[in-house]
């Protein structure tokens, strides 16, 4: 649903209607999952420990949360495909899957979370590599970020390639996979813009048949993972168009976004889609700052923006995502925007115009 946030002028200082930003869904649709000790948190969403790192909240947690408090793992699955895989979900409610496990074992570890029992991936390998199919790339769950950083598959699909080669150090590539990064659903997840900006859906497998939907709706919370299902695949469009992914960390080196932006441009359709992570709860798409600057590219040309154009486009994508506070309803005037979000701003503002600037080089 498309939330109507701020109020100002556009680009190149033109009086426009206040800002809007799809956020994948709106926070108050997204039913509340019961978390251990009694806390509420939205379904699908994550929350920040005390380390400053996203306490599991996953689509799992409801089932593994229910009564596995305070016990121990007894039960290991290793299954050798999907359907034996389903099988042992389905034969044991409480148990979570694990293929990478690099958030997941954080969380049991620290005792966040006390799965019933785990259902190992990595034996399965149908779901660690890739297919064409209908013009879209279909892709495994369990691709590694590390894989997935390759100049093979650079060439396939470049953003989601970026995303991956800045997914964290060797150790967290190697073992982090494509599936595990949708289903943890932490923000600052790097793969998460790029699928919603290139609008890719997951396909689910599960003891009622298999299913896909868009990858926002699992992100979400709209229409989460039911018992005894799994991530199989990820469908992602095939555009053969320029796309960027960048990122920034509060250190050198890989680390957790601060913020990140990713940008694709569809000639076919004479659009641009953008989609901005780890400021929000789940990706955001600035649809009016998208279809602003859709309109100012020439499509049958060079396809080219002059640089001031690239830096409103910034700006305006920034405002979208990170609002000026509202005025209260008792008329009182709306509180100053902190420092730390006027930083964040100008962080996506450059980002932006820098994903722009490359995508139409």
């Known amino acids: 649903m498309a939330a109507t946030v701020g109020n100002g002028c556009g680009p190149l200082g033109k009086a426009v209607s206040p800002f809007a930003t ?21 379904y699908g969403y994550r929350t920040a420990d005390s380390r ?128 595990g990064n949708i289903v ?3 923000p600052t997840g790097d ?17 009622e048949g298999n299913r896909e939907l868009p990858v926002s709706h699992l992100l979400t919370g709209m229409d989460p993972l039911r018992q005894g299902e799994l991530l199989a695949y990820v469908r992602v469009p095939l555009l053969h168009a ?3 992914f960048l990122k920034a960390t509060a250190r050198t080196g890989p680390g957790r976004a601060t913020a990140s932006v990713a940008l694709v441009l569809d000639p076919a359709r004479r659009g641009v889609r953008c989609a901005v992570g780890a400021v929000a709860q789940v990706p955001l798409r600035p649809l009016e700052a998208e279809r602003w600057v859709a309109s100012l590219i020439d499509w049958d040309g060079q396809r080219s923006l002059a640089p001031e154009a690239c830096t409103a486009f910034g700006e305006y994508v920034a405002v979208a995502c990170i609002p000026d506070p509202l005025p209260a309803a008792d008329g009182t005037p709306a509180p100053e925007l902190p420092p730390a979000a006027i930083q964040l701003r100008r962080t996506v503002a450059a980002l932006a115009r820098r994903a722009l600037g490359r995508a139409l080089a």
């Open 22 to 42: 799809l956020a994948l869904i709106g926070a108050e649709d997204v039913p509340e999952l019961p978390r251990p000790g009694g806390q509420h948190v939205p």
């Open 52 to 179: 400053g790192r996203g306490s599991c909240v996953s689509t799992y947690a409801r089932q593994s949360a229910q009564g596995a408090q305070g016990a121990q793992t007894r039960n290991v699955a290793l299954p050798s495909s999907l359907d034996e895989a389903v099988a042992a979900l389905a034969a044991s409610p409480s148990a979570v899957p694990v293929a990478g496990g690099t958030d997941l074992m954080a969380d049991v570890n620290s005792g966040l979370l006390r799965p019933g029992g785990l259902v190992g991936l990595g034996r399965i390998n149908e779901i660690r590599g890739w297919q064409y199919a209908d013009g879209a790339a279909l892709l495994g769950a369990g691709l590694t970020h590390a894989r997935m950083g390759r100049p093979d598959f650079a060439a396939l699909i470049p953003a989601l390639a970026a995303a991956a080669r800045a997914a964290g150090p060797p150790q967290i590539r190697n073992a982090g996979t494509l599936g």
């Open 184 to 186: 943890t659903c932490a």
């Open 191 to 207: 793969s998460l813009p790029v699928l919603a900006a290139l609008e890719a859906s997951v396909l689910l497998a599960g003891p």
């Open 242 to 244: 320029p796309q960027t």
